[in-house]
Every structure is written in C-alpha cells, then in structure tokens.
C-alpha cells in the first residue's frame, strides 16, 4: 500500500512539474499550430506576416525550422525558433524603428508540388517608393512550416524620401 501512495504521489509531482514546464514554454513561444494542408499553412503565415503578428508566426515553425535568405553563405540561413523569433520581432518593428510593420504581401501566382508551396507575391507598404516583387518556397510537412526560400531582401526595397 505505501508503494501504491508512493507511486501515486510520485506521478503527481512530476505531472505537476511537466505542466509548469509546458507552461513556461508557452509563455515564450506559442505552442505549435497545425494547418490541415500545405495551402493552408502559407495562407496562415502570409496572413500572420501581413499583421505582424509574431506569436502566429512563431506557431507554425518547429524547433528545425530554416530560412533561407538570399546571399547563399552561411550566415543567410537562420536555424532554429530563438533565430526565426528574433528575425520576425525586428521585422515587426514599426518603420520608424527600423521594421517593415505595415508592408503587405499579395500572392500573384502559387504553384504547390508535393507539400511545397511556390508563391510569386508583390509587397506595397506606404512607406515604400515602389511595389517590392519577389517569390517564396515554402516548405511544409504535417501542417507545419519546415523551411522557406526567399528571395525577400535582393534586391533590397525602395523607401519613400
């Protein structure tokens, strides 16, 4: 019987213990938000992209999750959720501060093979002198973001005077 309340008490400290860590991580990062297709995930993250919203954003990358920048060397991948958040937070920083917060991205031509999405899409922002072009690969698997190839960046954008 004294094992049997052991055993028990045991369980109970470390399913306590589970929970706080669990919500600990959700306090740093939302918990990961699968889409029912691949289509879906990239409607989500343009979205989520298009209202800054970085705890959207950050739901739908897993801990392997890479970017690929242009520029092709090393330092143009960003590996990793802690990477990806910090690239987004600066992203979503207001223009005045040195982010793109009110850019808006449009898709103009999407092509999916297999579980990645190709997006040609057109970014207008009041703050930029021209509409930005660029396209995107988006790499999916089980709802989830995985990997993006972007040429966002190259050229570099056209800001208003």
């Given at each position: ?5 052991l ?90 501060q ?24 057109v ?9 930005y ?14 990997a ?13 005077p």
């Amino acid at each position: 019987m004294r094992r049997i309340v052991l055993l028990v008490a045991t369980i109970a400290v470390l399913t306590g213990s589970a929970a706080q860590i669990v919500r600990a991580q959700e306090h740093e990062d939302p918990q990961l938000k699968r889409q029912p297709t691949p289509a879906a995930v990239v409607k989500e993250h343009l979205d989520a992209l298009n209202h800054c919203d970085v705890n959207r954003l950050m739901a739908q990358y897993p801990d392997s999750v890479h970017l690929f920048l242009p520029g092709g060397s090393a330092p143009n991948v960003v590996i990793g959720r802690t990477a990806v958040r910090a690239l987004f937070e600066g992203f979503c920083k207001p223009h005045a501060q040195g982010g793109l917060n009110g850019i808006k991205f449009t898709s103009q031509v999407v092509q999916q093979v297999g579980d990645t999405i190709n997006v040609q899409w057109v970014a207008n922002a009041p703050f930029l002198a021209e509409p930005y072009y660029g396209a995107d690969a988006y790499v999916t698997k089980h709802g989830l973001m995985y990997a993006q190839v972007t040429t966002f960046g190259a050229p570099p954008l056209k800001f208003k005077p």
